[in-house]
């Protein structure tokens, strides 16, 4: 597994998110922990990427540098809440984050582009099991081990949780017991493991492993697939709106598909590239988090 397991509180609030603003931002962005150029522009990246393949990373910095016109700098974190901080307060220019962030905080964040995957910007959640497992119906997981992937994920979390919350019943009553690996990668490795019995994990990385980690994979199956939901997108705090280099980041991903460079970006991410979005494509992701707020 990436990094320990750990039990966490579910969701980020406005309050948890406040008070550790400062923190955050003085860990990343302190000259001794990160050796950052004060004028690198910052793109923050949360566990929806694909963070361990050190040639895609390589790539893309890379390709930004050269479309933004100056450094730029990936500020990889643990958790969604680390990398929704930075991006909120202004400490980071722009972040792929998830939609579940995006919606508690859209009032304050502007999106700059959506990925495009098999020619939509939208994606599923899935809930898996042990390829030999008999479940015919997310029913079938009741008393499981499950693995989610962050509280603050809509695929990995949210959309399970409303799931539940729809059938009047929270995660602790439907599980015997429930876990965050803080990362999609660790949720198909703790079930094909039997670290856990069930998991929940973006469709997206899913599949993109099951051609880049078939064996691993294989020990999995999908027991339930969600509604099409949007991607996780790219945002930016509204208050760097008039920043001319959040402009050209947002073209370096739009055009992305028009430069060899890119190409081969969005080749490693499996992706056709980067689209603009209203945030009305994230509506139904809102509708989850209310569903979740009024069953309590």
Same mark, same amino acid.
């Given at each position: 597994? !990436?990094?320990?397991?750990?039990?966490?509180?579910?969701?980020?609030?406005?309050?948890?998110?406040?008070?550790?603003?400062a923190a955050t931002a003085l860990a990343a962005f302190s000259p001794a922990a990160s050796g950052a150029q004060e004028d690198a522009f910052r793109f923050g990246l949360t566990p929806v990427f694909l963070t361990s393949d050190l040639e895609l990373l390589g790539h893309l910095r890379a390709y930004l540098t050269a479309r933004v016109g100056g450094p730029v700098e990936l500020v990889t974190r643990?958790?969604?809440?680390?990398?929704?901080?930075?991006?909120?307060?202004?400490?980071?220019?722009?972040?792929?984050?998830?939609?579940?962030?995006?919606?508690?905080?859209?009032?304050?964040?502007?999106?700059?582009?959506?990925?495009?995957?098999?020619?939509?910007?939208?994606?599923?959640?899935?809930?898996?099991?042990?390829? !030999?497992?008999?479940?015919?119906?997310?029913?079938?997981?009741?008393?499981?081990?499950?693995?989610?992937? /962050?509280?603050?994920?809509?695929?990995?979390?949210?959309?399970?949780?409303?799931?539940?919350?729809?059938?009047?019943?929270?995660? /602790?009553?439907?599980?015997?017991?429930?876990?965050?690996?803080?990362?999609?990668?660790?949720?198909?490795?703790?079930?094909a493991s039997r670290l856990a019995q069930s998991g929940s994990v973006d469709g997206y990385v899913w599949e993109v492993m099951k051609e880049t980690e078939p064996d691993l994979v294989a020990q999995t199956?999908?027991?339930?697939r969600s509604e099409w939901l949007g991607f996780p997108p790219v945002a930016a705090p509204r208050s760097l709106s008039g920043d001319p280099r959040v402009a050209r980041f947002k073209d370096a991903l739009v055009s992305m598909a028009e430069h060899p460079d890119g190409r081969s970006v969005l080749g490693l991410l499996r992706l056709d590239g980067f689209v603009p979005t209203e945030p009305s494509l994230f509506d139904a992701i809102a509708a989850k988090v209310e569903t979740v707020r009024r069953f309590g």
């Open positions: 597994m !990436d990094g320990a397991i750990h039990r966490r509180r579910e969701g980020l609030t406005r309050r948890e998110f406040t008070s550790g603003v643990r958790t969604y809440q680390e990398i929704t901080a930075l991006l909120v307060s202004g400490q980071v220019h722009s972040a792929w984050i998830c939609g579940y962030p995006y919606v508690q905080f859209r009032d304050r964040l502007d999106l700059v582009a959506t990925p495009s995957w098999h020619g939509k910007p939208l994606y599923q959640s899935y809930l898996i099991a042990a390829a !030999d497992r008999r479940a015919e119906g997310w029913e079938n997981l009741r008393g499981d081990i499950h693995a989610f992937s /962050d509280p603050d994920s809509n695929s990995g979390y949210l959309v399970t949780r409303t799931l539940l919350a729809e059938n009047r019943m929270m995660p /602790d009553q439907f599980f015997s017991r429930h876990f965050f690996t803080y990362g999609h990668r660790n949720v198909v490795r703790a079930v199956r999908i027991v339930r």
